[in-house]
Every structure is written in C-alpha cells, then in structure tokens.
C-alpha cells in the first residue's frame, strides 16, 4: 500500500472530543482478547460505557485500511501542547517518513524491524507493509499512543507478526537473531532540563563503554541514538529523522563520534534551514542513515532544499570519515564553504557577541498586569520575542511598547520599605508558581535574580529559517535568550553602527542559496561571530 500523504484529511472521521472517547473507540475496533499492557488496562477500565457510533467505527476502519491515521491526528488534537511537548510527541509527516522507508527498501530485506517511539505507529507500519514477513516492534511509553498503534497494525493486519512494547526505549532488550535489524523512526525530541539524573548517569556512563567522553547536556533523542548503538549488530541498518542541532553544538560530539565510530553513519541529509520539515516547529530537520554498526569507507551528506529532493536518500556529496570526525561542526561539511573576499574582517573582531539571559521562567519574570505589583525600578524595557526586533527592523528607538523583565538584585537588603515589601509579596508568588524550583533557577547566585545584560548597541534574532535581523539598539533595551547581542570591543559612533547593522540586514540570509558566510544550522554567538563584513565598515 502506498503511504498516505494527507494524515490530517481523516482526523475529523472520529468525532472523538476527549482522550476516554478516543480510548473507547480503540476498544471497539480491536478484538476483545487483545492482550494489553498493564497501563493500557488502566485506560481501557476508565472508558465510558456508552457504545460507539456505528458509523464512527465503519468510518475510521475504512480510514486506517486506506493507510491514513486518522486515531493518531485525533490523539495530538486532543493532548494540551505542553504534554506533548514534555513527551517529544510531534508525528512525522508522510513527505519525510516515505523517502527513509523507500532507503530502507535498497538496503536489504530486514528480518526485524524497531520503532523507538513509536507514536501511533506511522513508522512501523510503513516498514510492515515495506517488508512483508518482518517481525515488528514498536516501543512507546505513552498508553493511549500505544493503543491507538495496537488498534492500527490490527486494522492493517500487521498483529501477528508483532510486538508493541509499552516502555521506556533505554530500557528494552532484544533477542540475538540471524539476519538484519533495521532501526527507523523519530526519536523524541526533549532537553535535557527536563531528563531526571539517572538518565544522565545512564547516558554519560554508557558512552564511557564505548570510549566517548558525553555530556549529559543532551537531549532525549541522542539517548536514542545511544540505546540504538548498543543493540545494534554488525548485520543491522538504520535511519532516524531528529532536529539537527546535534551536528554543531557541544553535547553532540559525542553522538557525532557515535555515528562515524559506531553507527557506521553512510548518509545525513539536512533540510535548509528555510525548509519547514515538521510544521510549528522551530527546529531544522535532519536524517541520518547508518549500517553496518562499524565505521563506513565514505557518507553522502546533503543539504536539501525541498522537500520533494528528499526522495534520493541516497545522494549527496562523498564525504570521508575522518573529515567528519575532524569538523567540530558538522554543518560546515554539509554547507559548502564560501569563498572569502580578503577585503573583510570577522564580526568578532570588532565586537563580542553574547546569548541574553535565560530567565528560567518566562511566565514570571516576564512581566504581566495580572501580578502582583512591582515597584518601576526592577522592572526592566526588555527584547522577549524576537518579533519585537523584526517589527522595528533596522532602528530600536525606544523602549516603551516593550515587555518589561523583572530584575532584582540577588541581596535583597539593598531595598528598603515599601519596595521591600512589594518584592517580597512578588516572590512569594513566584514560589507558588515553582520559579525557585527550576533547573537555571536552582543554578544561579540567587534564584530571584536573572541578572540582565548590559544594553547591546545592536541586537539580532537568530530563529532558523529566516535571516537575523540586526537591529541598532537606540533605545537601550536589554534582551533575554530570544536575541544576542553585539558589544562592540572598541568604542564606535551611532554612524558606524548604523551601517554595519545596514550592511548586515542587506547581505546576511539563511538558506544555501545566496548565502553569505551563514547558512548554519545554529546561529549560536560564535558563528554570529564569524560573519565577514566589509573592511572598511571596520574604520568607521
Ligand atoms: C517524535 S514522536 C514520534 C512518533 C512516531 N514515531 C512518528 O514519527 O510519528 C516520539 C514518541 O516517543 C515517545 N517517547 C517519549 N519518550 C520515550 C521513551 N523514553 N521511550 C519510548 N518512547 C518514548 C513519545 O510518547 C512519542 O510518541
């Protein structure tokens, strides 16, 4: 059967408002002796006992058998963003689930196949229908996902060839068996902040077998990618679809050195960062492919600039091994370099470019009418969105339509009376709303105290798929982790700054196209940092 393109077309078929509803319709359509989990049995008891229309049956059956999901739209339609969020649960469209099943099928015939997060199912059951007689297993921890995958491989006939395992994907084990193993799917995607210590120790420990030093900064999908290194055999093949922020940043050394040392990487397939791979996220997509679970002779690595290019997981530029294990980024393999006009300088040797401040808590420290009152002078004009740099483009003026950051000082003692008792009555609501619980919280001087940056004289947003805008900060505004800022390293004139954030807003766009000197995947400082512009814009 060929893969649905349009999930979404079937999800109003069920008619279901709530997830007991969605839990009962699962129950209708599957045989009453399915045997459940211990969770799923705990769904199942809560459901209602009203019977399910007839129709609504008739109709999601015919849905599924036509290879949509319509239970799985259902089920992300139903949960609140923040728990979908908390579990990594975004579905993977069909435009980028089909091109890595279409890879599978040139490698061989696998005679098992694995979906770590499963969801409800859209991986596994594509390998099911690619891969007739492959015994399928699909890991999943959340019970009502899980049912809804039950309730699709029995609706595409797909049971008895499978196993659909209600766990923690770390957690798993897997019999030996003859023949290959293909591992396919999209692997959570949830920081580190929120994956408790013993999965930290779990995952450094781990790497520290495989002779990689880890840090536990890492996101849950390189778990993933972890756990996948230690089950896989010699004989065994893989993709997995994840954010790419893994191919520059820090904690994704290791999973780098993973991949080329132990993965047996052969392909990474990047969208341009203008390509929106999974819609409403902010994240750009990339696809690894490996086999082999041993170093490769050579990796095809490509940017892709459309979706419909994805289809060729197989090409891309030949890449060695060891160029990769050499990169500390490996966004500047994928992108092809630029050649360097010798008349310009680096950003970063005129100015340090610094992140703004994470405040741990949004929604009480960014300032709201609705709490408790403050006195004006901790209550600071601050960037927070970086829309309130795109709205006013090249030029900040002045401060006043901007959200204000609350700002204490970490000692208390410098204020006195009635703002005293002000800001003492403001943090004890912030307890109550947990913000001296959180991790930046519990990790800095003082948790009431963000500790804003000094006014940068030009700020930037750094969103993926769309250029920065460099904006002259007139106004003095302070900015949080949304924006960066550039401190000039000398003093400069309004003049000079005002044409270099000119220049900046005219030459630096995202994308491989017409690319100068960007085309990253994060614009963390440092690359900011590493933007040419014109020498003389340097003399002022
Ligand atoms: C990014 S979604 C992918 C779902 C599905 N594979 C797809 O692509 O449509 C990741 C899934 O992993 C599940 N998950 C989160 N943590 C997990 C864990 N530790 N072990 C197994 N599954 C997990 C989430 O509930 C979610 O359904």
């Not at 009203?50 to 999601?60: E, F, K, L, N, S």
């Not at 993926?464 to 960066?484: D, K, M, S, W, Y």
């Not at 690319?515 to 900011?528: D, H, M, Q, R, S």
Request: with cysteine; charged share 20%.
């Amino acid at each position: 059967m060929a893969i649905a393109t349009d999930w979404r077309a079937a999800a109003t078929l069920t008619g279901i408002t709530d997830e007991a509803a969605l839990a009962g319709l699962c129950a209708a359509l599957l045989p009453s002796a399915t045997v459940v989990s211990a969770r799923e049995r705990a769904l199942l008891a809560a459901i209602s006992s009203q019977p399910v229309a007839t129709t609504a049956i008739d109709r999601t059956i015919s849905a599924i058998q036509q290879g949509t999901d319509p239970l799985g739209e259902c089920l992300l339609a139903l949960r609140p963003a923040a728990q979908r969020r908390a579990d990594g649960a975004v579905y993977t469209p069909a435009t980028i689930l089909a091109p890595m099943i279409a890879w599978l099928r040139t490698q061989g015939k696998p005679v098992r196949v694995v979906d770590p997060g499963a969801g409800s199912g859209r991986f596994i059951l594509a390998a099911g229908a690619a891969f007739d007689n492959a015994q399928l297993i699909a890991v999943e921890t959340d019970p009502l996902a899980a049912l809804v995958l039950r309730t699709n491989l029995h609706l595409r006939g797909m049971t008895t060839r499978s196993q659909v395992l209600v766990d923690d994907y770390r957690r798993i084990k897997l019999p030996k068996i003859a023949g290959m193993t293909a591992f396919v799917g999209n692997p959570p995607y949830v920081r580190h902040h929120h994956i408790g210590a013993r999965w930290k120790r779990w995952y450094t420990r781990n790497f520290k077998t495989l002779g990689i030093h880890a840090s536990a900064m890492a996101g849950l999908h390189l778990h993933f990618f972890l756990k996948t290194a230690l089950l896989a055999s010699a004989n065994d093949v893989g993709t997995f679809v994840t954010s790419a922020e893994w191919l520059d940043v820090n904690y994704g050394a290791a999973l780098r050195k993973l991949l080329t040392q132990h993965l047996g990487v052969v392909g990474l397939h990047v969208l341009a960062p203008a390509v929106e791979g999974f819609s409403g996220t902010a994240t750009t997509t990339a696809i690894s492919c490996f086999r082999g679970a041993a170093p490769q002779t050579s990796v095809r690595v490509r940017a892709v600039n459309s979706l419909t290019e994805l289809a060729a997981l197989d090409s891309g530029a030949v890449v060695l091994p060891a160029q990769l294990d050499a990169a500390t980024r490996w966004s500047s393999v994928i992108y092809p370099v630029q050649a360097r006009d010798s008349d310009t300088v680096p950003l970063g040797e005129l100015f340090r470019v610094l992140r703004g401040q994470v405040t741990g808590a949004n929604r009480v420290w960014v300032f709201g009418d609705d709490r408790p009152s403050l006195p004006d002078s901790v209550l600071i004009p601050t960037i927070t969105r970086a829309q309130d740099l795109i709205r006013v483009a090249d030029r900040l003026e002045s401060t006043a339509s901007l959200r204000r950051v609350v700002d204490l000082a970490p000692d208390l003692d410098c204020y006195v009376g009635d703002e005293r008792e002000q800001i003492d009555a403001y943090l004890t609501w912030a307890r109550r709303h947990r913000a001296d619980q959180g991790y930046i919280a519990r990790h800095r001087r003082a948790w009431w105290s963000v500790g804003l940056r000094e006014p940068a004289p030009i700020l930037c947003t750094y969103m993926a798929r769309r250029a920065p805008q460099f904006t002259l900060n007139v106004g003095e505004a302070r900015h949080i982790n949304v924006a960066h800022g550039l401190y000039p390293r000398q003093p400069m004139s309004e003049r000079q700054l005002a044409a270099i954030v000119e220049w900046l807003n005219r030459n630096v766009e995202v994308g491989s196209g017409r690319t100068y000197a960007w085309g990253l995947i994060k614009f963390e400082p440092k690359e900011v940092q590493q933007l040419r512009i014109p020498a003389h814009l340097a003399s002022g």
